[in-house]
T-cell receptor, first 113, second 108 residues
Framework: KAGVTQTPRYLIKTRGQQVTLSCSPISGHRSVSWYQQTPGQGLQFLFE???????NKGNFPGRFSGRQFSNSRSEMNVSTLELGDSALYLC????????????FGSGTRLTVV | QQPVQSPQAVILREGEDAVINCSSS?????VHWYRQKHGEAPVFLMI?????EQKGHEKISASFNEKKQQSSLYLTASQLSYSGTYFC?????????FGEGTQLTVNP
């Protein structure tokens, strides 16, 4: 079956702009989680969506937001980009119970200049 | 609260064994283990559930001590393909929190 698909793979944005990243989970998976990965901070949890509802949110400023659609696809948006937002953004999908682990997408590499 | 992993890095020769530890200050329902190779996404290895059930990789084993809130990943007879960064993740309220990772290098 198809894996988790994230688009775009690479993105270069200017400070102050906004960006939208997309994640299509594995078919049948209803939970989508987003993570920010940087060399110094590791994998930092952004938020988790299940059946279009945000169930949990990490410690990120309000500039980071997300949503999930009825087909379980998810988007995350970052407004007023800062240089420090440069990172690899990963999404992970899981079934309703997580007992089989998360499947990660290849990520979107965002560079803010 | 982020789980704590040790060691931060380990270098092995092919065929040697390694143990990676993960501890948490919070009560754990489950512990996940993932491996990430450079430039790639993390890949699920194993999940250990409260009560002793394990699901995951055939060649890698792990333990979960619920009372001590600790988990250990055992890599035996390491292969070159085992190189990468290993993350443990602790689950709470629909949120998987990862440790900082252990960088494992297996040399010929």
């Amino acid at each position: 079956k198809a894996g988790v698909t994230q688009t775009p793979r690479y993105l270069i944005k200017t400070r102050g702009q906004q960006v939208t990243l997309s994640c299509s989970p594995i078919s049948g998976h209803r939970s989508v989680s987003w993570y920010q990965q940087t060399p110094g901070q590791g994998l930092q949890f952004l938020f988790e969506y299940f059946s279009e509802t945000q169930r949990n949110k990490g410690n990120f400023p309000g500039r980071f937001s997300g949503r999930q659609f009825s087909n379980s696809r998810s988007e995350m948006n970052v407004s007023t980009l800062e240089l420090g937002d440069s990172a690899l953004y990963l999404c992970a999908s899981s079934s309703s119970t997580v007992t089989y682990g998360y499947t990660f997408g290849s990520g979107t590499r965002l560079t803010v200049v | 609260q982020q789980p704590v992993q040790s060691p931060q890095a380990v270098i092995l020769r092919e065929g040697e064994d390694a143990v990676i530890n993960c501890s948490s200050s919070k009560a754990l329902y489950s512990v996940h283990w993932y491996r990430q190779k450079h430039g790639e996404a993390p890949v699920f290895l194993m999940i250990l559930l409260k009560g002793g059930e394990q699901k995951g990789h055939e060649k890698i084993s792990a333990s979960f001590n619920e009372k001590k809130q600790q988990s250990s990943l055992y890599l035996t007879a390491s292969q070159l393909s085992y190189s990468g960064t290993y993350f443990c993740g602790t689950e709470s309220a629909s949120r998987l929190t990862f440790g900082e990772g252990t960088q494992l290098t297996v040399n010929p």
